[in-house]
């Protein structure tokens, strides 16, 4: 038998982060688990000083801000029935969600996709695939609904890899 107790649900702040949440919330009200909302902040620090040049108190201001954003972003779009845990991490979001899933032993880690293909994805990556590979937890991708009705055929990645 598996227990959720602690689910990780990743977030980039946007509406189609939301979709994790849905599912996360499920799961969470089935095995009374806790609910860790993470937002990781793609800055890279070396030195007391980030890759943006920024120094080490401008880097914990940002954070305290995005936490803020974190927070805001809990109250507007979350229920009061759902508990969320609000995280904030720096760093690569891939490496980051996998570290902290490991670190804080938690059982399922929820994240939405934005659902790219093609050159999009080519370029862009995926920070779905990249926790996938990465993450010794097992790992839920949900297509946001809007991504979920829209059907990709062969002429969409031809048009869009521009080859006919």
């Known amino acids: 038998m598996v227990y959720l107790r602690n689910i990780l649900v990743t977030t980039d702040l946007s509406e189609h982060s939301l979709a994790a949440m849905e599912y996360a919330a499920s799961f969470g009200l089935l095995y009374a688990s ?3 909302l993470l937002y990781v902040a793609e800055r890279h620090h070396r030195r007391g000083q980030a890759a943006d040049g920024t120094n080490s108190a401008q880097a914990a201001e940002d954070v305290d801000k995005e936490r803020a954003s974190l927070e805001e972003f809990v109250a507007r779009h979350m229920g009061k029935e759902i ?11 891939a490496a980051e969600i996998a570290r902290f899933a490991a670190e804080e032993g938690m059982d399922l880690v929820v ?12 370029l862009m990556g995926s920070v779905a695939e990249r926790t996938v590979r990465l993450s010794r937890v097992p790992v839920l991708t949900v ?11 062969e002429q969409d990645i031809a048009q869009e890899l521009h080859y006919r």
């Open 143 to 153: 297509k946001p609904r809007m991504m979920r009705e829209t059907i990709i055929d």
């Open 111 to 122: 994240m939405a996709t934005h659902g790219w293909t093609g050159l999009k994805h080519i």
């Open 83 to 93: 508990r969320v845990i609000p995280v904030v991490r720096s760093g690569q979001a």
């Open 34 to 36: 806790d609910i860790y």
